[in-house]
């Protein structure tokens, strides 16, 4: 019988702690494209200023991601979790009694500020210090599990509680839901303790950031992450809204979500296992084609209730499943130690490319009262995205090659 020890128990602890925090903060943030119609006629506004707040969230998000992810590497996963959980509940009860555009704008910006802190920067981090470089993607691909498990199990539940108590008694709920985040912080604090996380300790952080914005390698990872923002952040904000537009029932919306939620429970682990066997820049490029050719697909098809669903499954399997293999790239080329704030800074760019991909959506429905064109744009990029991969270098830096 093989022995328990704190070299196997703490990551475990680490994996379970930072997928329960995704799961909650994932199927939160994935729920407000629910409260898009709602707020928008509660306000009398078009839908350009809450795709506009929307977008500042997620590039609140962005902008915190490297900050929480350098206030992680230095002052532990697990304070640096605490301080963006704190962030969201301010955010989310602000939410509660909208009056203003300001409300919302300021409210959505709070919130994604903080949800950096609990979110993939962070965590991601703190697995990557502390599990072995031989599954290292496979277990960043089950953390990323929980967070999509959470937009699975977590929206259509919203959105029934939308329904049964109103967009705004509902964000109290909410309020609640997100404490319980407090409990899980903790487990972040054991990725210190791993062996893992010490590699590198004589890199001071200005020479690694200095390294890897000389890198060619990336500079690609970090623009091909934007379009991963731009796609996932326009479906997750516009999809319901399109939807209705297409005469479906409400519900539709909220299960497209949670499907794609599920789905990606899938994609996240089946493409963490194969990144561990098989080059992540191979299957980036994959997973970015593949989305290239669904949306093309889509824009096509007939809309009904199947040919929706069907659709959100199979985006579902593509969503972020190009977040472990790029955490996965960065950690192989530079080393786990500053993974926090590498990762963050690349995930800046996610988040920008998340800004423009809702702020856009709002745009161009109210200037042409159609999605048609986003839909190409989403196209477009999914192939400029794929394309970027190719150059990529997927060998350790020769800082690290040296001490191997």
Known sequence: MRKITNENLLPILVILGGGTLLFISF????????????????LNTGREVFGFAAAL???????????????????????ASLLGIILVIV???????VQTSFDIIASQALFGLGGAGCGTAVVMGAVGRSVKTKNRTLALGVVMAGGSFGQFAMVPFIGYLIELLGWSRSLLYLCFIAAIMILFSF????????????????????????EAFQSRSYNFLT???FVCGFHVTFVAVHLPAFIEDEQLP??????????????????TIYFGYLGDRLSKKYLLTLLYSLRGLLFLVFIFLP??????LVFA?????????TVPLTSGIITVVFGPYYMSMLYGIAFLSHQLGSFLGSWLGGRLFDTYGSYDLMWWICVALGFIAAAMHLPIIEKPVQRLAVKS
């Open 250 to 267: 409400f519900w539709v919306g909220g299960w497209a979500l949670a499907l794609i939620g599920l789905f990606n429970v899938i994609g």
């Open 187 to 210: 487990a972040l604090n054991f990725s210190s303790k791993s062996e893992s996380s010490k590699a590198g300790t004589d890199q001071t952080l200005k020479e690694a950031l200095k």
């Open 91 to 97: 955010g989310l009860a602000w939410m509660i009694n």
């Open 313 to 321: 499954c199979i985006l579902g399997i593509l969503w972020l499943s």
């Open 303 to 308: 809309k009904t209730e199947l040919t929706v």
């Open 57 to 79: 969230q997620v590039l609140m998000i962005g902008i915190g991601s490297p900050i929480f992810g350098g206030l992680s590497d230095k002052y532990g996963s697990g304070k």
């Open 27 to 42: 199927g939160i943030r994935h729920s407000f494209g629910l409260y898009l119609l709602p707020i928008s006629n509660h």
């Open 223 to 225: 623009l091909a992450f």
